[in-house]
């Protein structure tokens, strides 16, 4: 089994929806992150989250939002989605824990979401 | 703005030549960096890493180096071999600061027969 799990692999919606893509991981892993990837502008961090209680902006977060249920998931909200939020989407857990970071990231197989 | 730039989009190799991937940053604050490979329809996976207070490393077929004063890193492969074709994403840290992966724009490698 997979050890950072994405759902759903892929979405198509409409302009205004509002949509969920959910992140769930088994590596007991306390930091977790959502990226997104475009063509030509490799992947940019969105949100993250060192632990339950803890959620950062990244550099791209408006019109996102995050909820971080428990150490395993992390899920991203796009409240009103719009056209230029389609994109490939990426959830990653990192180990914190050990005291020398160095964030080596585990990636999940990434959500292909698409917004008419 | 930028702060870690791949500037070739694609590279073709032939398989059992060295494929040299490319990396610039303009953050002199990044002590960390990072190659990741991704193949399509899968999330990237770590392949190597080299801390700012070395200039090498190697694992296998992949060698590292960073140049420091010309803010430059590059991926060495050798041999390349067909199941190196990927693309690949070059990311910088700052470890002791924001903590938090910059990645570049990522380079595709195709290893030709």
């Known amino acids: 089994d997979a050890d950072v799990t994405q759902t759903p692999r892929n979405r198509i919606t409409k302009t205004g929806k509002r949509i969920m893509l959910e992140c769930s991981q088994t590596?007991?892993?306390?930091?977790m992150y959502w990226y997104r990837q475009d063509p030509g502008l490799g992947l940019r961090l969105i949100y993250y989250s060192f632990d339950v209680k803890d959620i950062n902006k990244g550099e791209i977060s408006d019109g996102y939002s995050v909820s971080r249920q428990a150490q395993a998931k992390f899920s991203l909200s796009l409240e009103s989605a719009i056209p230029n939020q389609t994109a490939l989407y990426f959830c990653?857990?990192?180990?914190?824990?050990?005291?020398?970071?160095?964030?080596?990231?585990?990636f999940g197989p990434g959500t292909r979401l698409t917004v008419l | 703005d930028q702060q870690v730039k791949q500037n070739s989009p694609s590279l073709s190799v032939q398989e059992g030549r060295i494929s040299i991937l490319n990396c610039d940053y303009t953050n002199s604050m990044f002590d960390y960096f990072l190659w990741y490979k991704k193949y399509p329809a899968e999330g990237p996976t770590f392949l190597i890493s080299?801390?700012?207070?070395?200039d090498k490393n190697e694992d296998g077929r992949f060698t590292v180096f960073l140049n420091k004063s010309a803010k430059h890193l590059s991926l060495h492969i050798v041999p390349s071999q067909p199941g190196d074709s990927a693309v690949y994403f070059c990311?910088?840290?700052?470890?002791?600061?924001?903590?938090?992966?910059?990645f570049g724009q990522g380079t595709r490698l195709t290893i030709n027969p």
């Open positions: 590596k007991g892993h306390d930091r």
């Open positions: 990311a910088a840290i700052h470890i002791q600061g924001a903590q938090k992966l910059v």
């Open positions: 990653a857990t990192s180990d914190g824990t050990s005291g020398t970071i160095t964030d080596t990231q585990y």
């Open positions: 080299i801390s700012s207070i070395k």
